[in-house]
């Protein structure tokens, strides 16, 4: 009797605006790929349920978590990790604002406050909560985070 096994295939990811070719496995998660196979250990494997947020990455600009996404579902398509937010408005202002926590949530919380900001630069303090639910922290008050969101919307409109 035959078996049949699943094949690794060879697909291409725009990466932080790189393409990148990389050989993945069927069952393989963008989090794993991305962590292990293109070296970018921003996107942090916390629960890998879906629960927590911290892999948090923008998937064609929306952001997903990436332990929920197969790697071949990313295939020709656009993804930024919280590498390619180097100099943007957001990390200006999760550094002036205290906004960076522990090494664990802060990357997702970063990609998805700049989601917020770039989806809805106008958001109001209310909206910005509700948006950040899917990220998780058990540790502080969230409030470094809250007063960055609203540094960064000073910073993009230029006030
Ligand atoms: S590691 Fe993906 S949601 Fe927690
Ligand atoms: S989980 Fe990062 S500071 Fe709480």
Redesign the pocket.
């Known amino acids: 009797m035959s078996k049949t096994y699943c094949s690794e295939s060879v697909i291409e990811i725009k990466v932080n605006g790189d393409i990148r070719r990389v050989v993945v496995r069927p069952s393989e998660t963008l ?1 794993r790929v991305l962590r292990e196979k293109l070296g970018l250990t921003g ?14 990455v923008l998937l064609d600009g929306l952001p997903v ?4 996404i197969l790697a071949v579902e990313a295939a020709g398509r656009d993804v930024i990790t919280v590498e390619g937010l180097k100099n943007t408005a957001i990390q200006q202002a999760f550094q002036e604002e205290g906004g960076f926590q522990c090494g664990y949530c802060t990357s ?1 919380f970063l990609v998805n406050a700049y989601a917020l900001l770039e989806k809805h630069p106008e958001a109001e303090e209310t909206t910005a909560r509700e948006w950040l639910e ?1 990220n ?1 922290c058990r540790c502080t008050g969230y409030e470094g985070i809250n007063r960055s969101i609203i540094k960064a919307k000073k910073i993009k409109s230029g006030n």
Request: aromatic share 0%; proline share 9%.
């Open positions: 989090l996107p942090k494997p916390g629960c890998e349920n879906g629960d927590c947020g911290a892999c948090t978590k990436s332990c929920l997702g899917s998780l």
